[in-house]
T-cell receptor, first 115, second 112 residues
Framework: DAGVIQSPRHEVTEMGQEVTLRCKPISGHNSLFWYRQTMMRGLELLIYFNNNVPIDDSGMPEDRFSAKMPNASFSTLKIQPSEPRDSAVYFC?????????????FGPGTRLTVL | GNSVTQMEGPVTLSEEAFLTINCTYTATGYPSLFWYVQYPGEGLQLLLKATKADDKGSNKGFEATYRKETTSFHLEKGSVQVSDSAVYFCALIGQGAQKLVFGQGTRLTINP
């Protein structure tokens, strides 16, 4: 399997623009997680889906952020409008079954820079 | 709420040195504990895990023992290599939960 696939790997945009990050989880995995990593705040869980349904979005910073999972093989994280403080590395991870026992597999991340 | 505290980095060692990265946690019940590793430019990878008290997780020469009495899960390796240079994250999942709670990460650099 190719692992978790994220695109783009790097995104540079200007403040106010819309940004869409994409994730393809590992085939057969039933949960998907979006994380944000910054030097100041470390790794933060933004939202996670189970069987394509959003379960917990309490980590989404504000209404400018939205996430969708229209099917089992694709998810998007959208920021509109983007701000410089959104600059970070965004990771997608997927898992089959129970996170207490099984490994969450992480994608390579999207490095977002908002100027 | 649940939380994880790791020793602050960065940590710099010479090759073949002994490594310890401390990790303590706060959680109710019986969480599962993990160490993840992030190599430069990559996502996180699971290094080892332990799901109940006194379990020892091990992988690639690294070990960590789930100590409920001290709420700790310290990472150790007897002889580090340059290729071990990475950022190491301690994490937990609360009992019955799906969300990983990460420590702040410890950057490890091994010099030849």
């Amino acid at each position: 399997d190719a692992g978790v696939i994220q695109s783009p790997r790097h995104e540079v945009t200007e403040m106010g623009q819309e940004v869409t990050l994409r994730c393809k989880p590992i085939s057969g995995h039933n949960s998907l997680f979006w994380y944000r990593q910054t030097m100041m705040r470390g790794l933060e869980l933004l939202i996670y889906f189970n069987n394509n349904v959003p379960i917990d979005d309490s980590g989404m910073p504000e209404d400018r952020f939205s996430a969708k999972m229209p099917n089992a093989s694709f998810s998007t994280l959208k920021i509109q409008p983007s701000e410089p403080r959104d600059s970070a590395v965004y990771f997608c991870a997927s898992i089959y079954g129970d996170s207490s026992y099984n490994e969450q597999f992480f994608g390579p991340g999207t490095r977002l820079t908002v100027l | 709420g649940n939380s994880v505290t790791q020793m602050e980095g960065p940590v710099t060692l010479s090759e073949e040195a002994f490594l310890t990265i401390n990790c303590t946690y706060t959680a109710t019940g019986y969480p599962s504990l993990f160490w993840y590793v992030q190599y430069p430019g990559e996502g996180l990878q699971l290094l080892l895990k332990a799901t109940k008290a006194d379990d020892k997780g091990s992988n690639k020469g690294f070990e960590a023992t789930y100590r409920k009495e001290t709420t700790s899960f310290h990472l150790e390796k007897g002889s580090v290599q340059v290729s071990d240079s990475a950022v190491y994250f301690c994490a937990l999942i609360g009992q019955g939960a799906q969300k990983l709670v990460f420590g702040q990460g410890t950057r490890l650099t091994i010099n030849p």
